[in-house]
């Protein structure tokens, strides 16, 4: 026993390292994130799951089960109700929820990868290409595209109770199934690869894997039929299958389809190699080809496949129905896609490592420049959010002081029209193009608030009209993109 115990606190000593590398970056990641948690990208279809919202809060409970395109969301519904109940003051909060789950992603790829390859220096990079990655941020800012952050989490987490021993285990990998398929319906084209990841990374024993096949099926089988009870009769449906290619027959458009997968990945590469020009993308890209062939001996080939499998048949749906030009490039495909990139480079990471376990010096050497690697990936997709966020600032939709600002006067029209005991009606305007005031006001106050009357389509008297542009005087808020529709003032002889 006390020959053992300096080996032993070796080992913990190392945990604890790794730990802490694992929390630092996470941590880089949270700050990285939340370069843009001001930006408050909103979008018709944020309108149209805030509408449901308040109809939900009005007492309208089966609104949660209403399809959102060609899926349906009841997890996500009631995860954002809260939010948009009191938007805009929570808007930051909800960010903080998805940067959260995008976080939890990185750590459970990090217990996937110290499952499942060699060295613990790979499962870190895994972790940190994920936690750090600005490939598909679209899921974390742009909020009605949040089902794919969220989703992902779930199923990460599903593959990693499939791939442990027990019971309980499975029984929290179906719950956590059935999570991601609540967030977001498409989940139902990831659960063939979770299948696939726990016969390949999991226990080897018949009965895990039955367990296994027993979750998988059974949480497909129930969101398929749920699928087509919900949205299979849906138009949209056919709106999404004609929209991009009218008339193309379909083995034409599964070759199509099949192309733009490709180019997807190709593209979600790139884009993951920040610091590189564009003309040298081509040559970037053969360099993870080039090592696979190399390493090929070392390489986790099942974790690789586990990812493709994974990601592929999603992305494949998705650019098959929505056949529309570069639709591969939307940024909210391409967040879960790109975790079967990291899986590769982890992969090779782990692989040159354990092929330069007997030269010692070389595999030093490749530790010791594994941090600048890992600051210029970092330093390149820091410039991207920063980019970001400094665009979408400068649009008045986007900005806090717009929201904020609305949000600001009909608080104080309110407060002051209940004061003075005379209910002020909004006028019908255009604050921006397709966003007129009423709708902005259904927003920030979904229950109303006293004293201000809001009929659809109702322009207001002169004198009404005159009321409004004096209550906004009083409130002193700066509106962006606003000014220029305030009348002539009125000149008092």
Sequence with gaps: MAASSPVSSALASQRWRRGALLAAILLI???????????????????????????????????????????????????????????????????????????????????????????????????????????GDEALVWK??????????????ALYG???????????????????????????????????????????????????????????????????????????????????????????????????????????????????????????????????LLLRRWVQWRWILTFFVMTAPMLFVIVLIRREHDVWKISRYCYQGYTFWIAVIGSLFDALLWRLEPQPRWRRALLGISPLLAAGYLAGHYLVVRHHRDYFSRQAIMSQQFWFGWDHFFRAASAHRAEIGRPLRLPFLEVLPGLNLHVIYRMCEPGGLPGLLAEHGAVGTPEERDQFWQELDRAHVHLPGFEQHRPPRRVTP
Excluded at 76 to 98: C, E, G, N, Q
Excluded at 148 to 157: G, H, I, K, P, R
Excluded at 269 to 274: C, H, Q, T, Y
Aim: aromatic share 14%; proline share 6%.
């Design 144 to 157: 009605a595209a949040a089902p794919f952050a969220l989703s992902w989490t779930f199923l990460l987490l």
């Design 162 to 292: 499939l791939t442990q021993r027990g019971k309980g285990w499975t029984a929290g990998a179906a719950a956590a199934l059935l999570a991601a398929v609540g967030f977001f319906s498409g989940a139902l084209f990831v659960i063939p690869g979770v299948l696939l990841g726990a016969w390949l990374l999991g226990p080897p024993d018949r009965d895990a894997r039955r367990r296994a096949l027993g979750v998988c099926f059974g949480v497909w089988l129930a969101g398929s039929l749920t699928w087509l009870v919900l949205v299979a009769a849906e138009p949209v449906l056919a709106h999404y299958w004609t929209v991009g290619a009218p008339g193309v027959a379909v083995l034409p458009r599964l070759v199509w389809a099949a192309e733009d997968t490709v180019h997807s990945y190709a593209y979600q590469f790139a884009v993951g190699a920040r610091l590189l020009p564009e003309r040298f993308l081509f040559w970037l890209l053969l360099l993870p080809v080039m090592a696979l």
């Design 29 to 135: 990641g949270a700050r990285l994130a939340w370069v843009e948690s001001r930006v408050m990208e909103i979008l018709p279809d944020d309108v149209v799951l805030m509408n449901g919202s308040a109809r939900i809060a009005a007492g309208s409970w089966g609104q949660i089960w209403a399809p959102k395109d060609i899926h349906f969301i009841p997890l996500y519904r009631l995860l954002r109700l809260p939010f948009d109940l009191h938007f805009p003051a929570w808007y930051v909060r909800f960010h903080a929820v998805l940067l959260a789950a995008h976080l939890a992603s990185a750590a459970i790829l990090y217990l996937l990868a110290r499952r499942s390859l060699r060295s613990p220096w790979a499962a870190l990079v895994t972790a940190m290409l994920f936690a750090w990655s600005t490939v």
